[in-house]
């Protein structure tokens, strides 16, 4: 007879979220699904032709709709990815978390529904705190990556130097120039760089984006990870740095402060400051394949030990 495996969370669970290309929502209902029976995932985008037609007709209508099924439907937890102004509508519970991990100070005058609140960027903190009313603040949840998915992949045989996968950014974009400068073997993976003058100065070094399940296998032919930080990013980091430890790929991340508080420097992970210090960082790396092959072993020894969807989604729990 099979043993009966007892689920983390015993109650109704239903997250809220919207279905993003970059996968978020998708790795923690999966998270969810590990540790629940009883999981219910709301799209707060349309999905399908009629809900999209629907969405386009009136944006508010199909949102307040939403708001009222949400309303209607019998749960233990309702767990939010940020959130929508139809949402305003709903009644404040201690039953309902907010996970914020877009910039929030564009949803502070819609926190009224929640009882708990989380941040993905500790820089936003002091911004965010005080504004709270009914609402605790739940502390700092950073982002995380999904085992099953952030694994590694063979590598293939003949391995490339860098890559970066990540959409263009104008802050970035002082990186990339410097790295194309160099003479290190570099390829760019991500949307919006038809509108960058680096695309047409350098376009055999920019591909299209790639789909969240196939970035394993192109990690697997180089040798490592280039992770440039965008604008909206003040001290956290974002959801790439712990995908690829998943991955068990080398990488090279543009230092934040909150950083430190989930890698270990020169340790797990290499961080820069400057273009000059990345470029150093990198060619220091390609000649040490020791160290690239220590710092790929370690980072995903860590994230496998504090850094799941699974990990993220007990915090919450236990948090109520």
């Not at 002082?174 to 919006?192: E, H």
Request: aromatic share 12%; proline share 5%; charged share 25%.
């Amino acid at each position: 007879m099979k043993k009966e495996v007892k689920k983390f969370i015993a109650g109704k669970v239903i997250l809220v979220a919207k279905p993003w290309k970059g996968g978020l929502s998708n790795y923690f209902f999966r998270a969810l699904q590990d540790l629940s029976e009883h999981v219910k995932w709301f799209f707060t985008y349309p999905v399908g032709l009629k809900d999209k037609l629907d969405y386009r007709k009136n944006k508010k209508k199909w949102g307040m709709r939403l708001a009222e099924e949400i309303a209607s439907t019998e749960y233990d937890i309702a767990i939010f990815i940020n959130t929508i102004k139809e949402f305003s509508a709903l009644d404040h519970s201690d039953k309902h978390v907010i996970w914020i991990t877009d910039d929030p100070r564009l949803v502070l005058g819609q926190l009224e529904p929640f009882g708990r609140v989380y941040l993905a960027d500790p820089g936003y903190r002091d911004e965010v705190v005080p504004h709270l009313k009914k609402q605790k603040f739940g502390g700092i949840l950073p982002f995380a990556h999904l085992p099953e998915i952030h694994k590694p992949f063979k590598a293939v045989n003949t391995q490339h130097d860098v890559c970066f996968i990540g959409n263009q950014d104008p802050k970035r974009d002082i990186y990339l120039k410097a790295l194309l400068s160099s003479r290190i073997d570099f390829k760019v993976y991500g949307n919006y760089f038809l509108k960058s003058s680096l695309y047409w100065l350098h376009p055999r070094s920019f591909s299209p984006p790639v789909s969240n399940y196939v970035m394993g296998k192109i990690y697997s032919q180089y040798s490592i990870s280039l992770n440039i930080h965008a604008q909206v990013v003040r001290e956290g980091t974002n959801m790439r740095t712990f995908e690829c430890a998943g991955y068990g790929i080398t990488q090279v991340v543009e230092f934040r402060s909150g950083l430190s508080e989930y890698f270990e420097p020169d340790k797990e992970i290499i961080f820069f400051r400057s273009p000059r210090e990345m470029i150093e960082k990198i060619e220091a790396l390609r000649k040490n394949k020791v160290l690239s092959h220590n710092l790929a072993k370690m980072a995903r020894k860590r994230v496998l030990s504090d850094h799941t969807y699974q990990h993220r989604a007990k915090t919450i729990i236990e948090g109520l």
